[in-house]
Every structure is written in C-alpha cells, then in structure tokens.
C-alpha cells in the first residue's frame, strides 16, 4: 500500500537511487522493490552503506563551511528522498533564518519533502520543486519565484551524490556550466560523486558490479575519472584540501576515523 505522500506517475515497476538511498541511511520512505534493489547493489558493492552515510556527513560538513563564510541560502539539486540531517536541518542549528530550496525529479522524494516542511512549519524559508536538474535556467528561475533565494547573495549550490545518476548525454555537464555562470560572486559550488579514481583493483571491480547493478533500475549509475569529475568545477576555485574521499574533506572532530571510503570523492569550489 502506497503512503499517503505517494502520488501519482511513481514508477515502482524499477527501483529507484533516491528512494534506495533513503533505504540505505535506514529511512522508510522506499518500497520492497528500492529494499531488494538494495541488498543486490550491497553484494556489488559491500561498502554501499558507508558509502552514504560518509557522504551525508560531508554533505553536513560542506553546509556547515558554506554557514562559516556567511552563506545562508542553498539550492541543493537532486536532493533526494528528506532523511537523517537534511540541509535546512543542518543549517537552522547554526544560522535559524536559513533558507533552502529543494530540487528533484523524483515524485517521493517531493512530496515527501513537502509534507515534512508543512509538518515543520518551515515551507516560509524553504521550498520543493519537482524538476529536472538538467534544465538550469528552468530550475533556476523556479528556484527564485518562490521567493525563498536572495539573487543579491551568495549561493551554496549543491550536487551531492547525483551526478553519478547522470551520464552526459542527459546535457549534465552542461547544465552544471549554466548554474556556475548563474551563480553570484561568493558562492560555493559542492559536488560529491562515486568514482574508481583513488581505489585498488579489489574495490574498481566491486564498483563496475555496481554500475551493472543499477542498469535495472530507473536511475543506472555512471563510474567517472577524476579528471572527469574536476570537469564539473569549470574555472572555480577549488578550495583545500582538493577533490578527496568524502570523509577527508576538512573532518570533525566527532567523524569515525575508521570509515575509509575511498570511491566517494567530494570538494567544495569558490566563485570568485
């Protein structure tokens, strides 16, 4: 039986990355078929689970940094399926009159983000829309016509791990060109991606598994170079410590020392 913020056109045919996401932080917003999805994209890839629990943290970590220099609004693409410290979440616990707009294709992972702001009381400073990230100047004029974003001020604009999600030939890279020529001065760019670059042999293969798992689904993963993944930054500047596994980029003090996942890269870049 459907939750009541399923809506109509939900495709549970296949299985789906937000929902299998939200599965693999220990949400409930996904369906036996995202759970079974699950279990065989963690046979693939036995580090599935840390894998997004370490990229949540740097998600919270990047946030956090944005928050540091005065950056109080966020436009977060492909945010996914709401669960465990989402970025509104993060950001209210350091700046309260932060603000966020969410974008993603996914149907659950709208509505449900839309039933938690109304819940919360937040949908005056935060906002959901249902739209292609791939279609920037669409995405980005939604994004300010609900009111929620300042165009004076600097930006944390974020594509944290959906890109992988999205080969090229979806027009991605550039649509990410777009929203960094869109971005104002003093804005920072995050992006966080699956990628073979920094691993051994052992875990290249287990990660080709994985992008042969995800063919079944409705979201099949693409594997990307490192050189392929700097691409995304353009002519920003990248801040330290560079492009790194996700749980080197500037750790906290409170971070588990022995997650080692090497195959999610994240880096944080300026626009000057």
Partial sequence: MKPDY???GIDLDRPN???TYDWALGGTANWAIDRQYGEQALKAYPLLREATRANRAFLGRAVRHCLAEGITQFLDLGSGVPTMRNVHEVADEVTPDSRCVYVDIEPVAV???RLLLEKNG???RHAVLH???CDAEEVWDAAFDTGVLDPGKPIGLLTVAVLHFLPDS???REAVQAYRELLPSGSRYVLSHISPADVDEIEQDQ???LEKVSKQSSTPGVLRSRDELMGFFGGLEILDPGLVPVEQWRPAPTDDPDVAVRAALGGVALKR
């Fill in 6 to 8: 399923a809506s109509q």
């Fill in 122 to 124: 937040d949908r005056n």
């Fill in 111 to 113: 509505a449900h983000a």
């Fill in 207 to 209: 990660l080709k598994n």
């Fill in 17 to 19: 990355a937000a929902r």
């Fill in 170 to 172: 979806t027009g991605v």
């Fill in 131 to 133: 739209a292609n990230l």
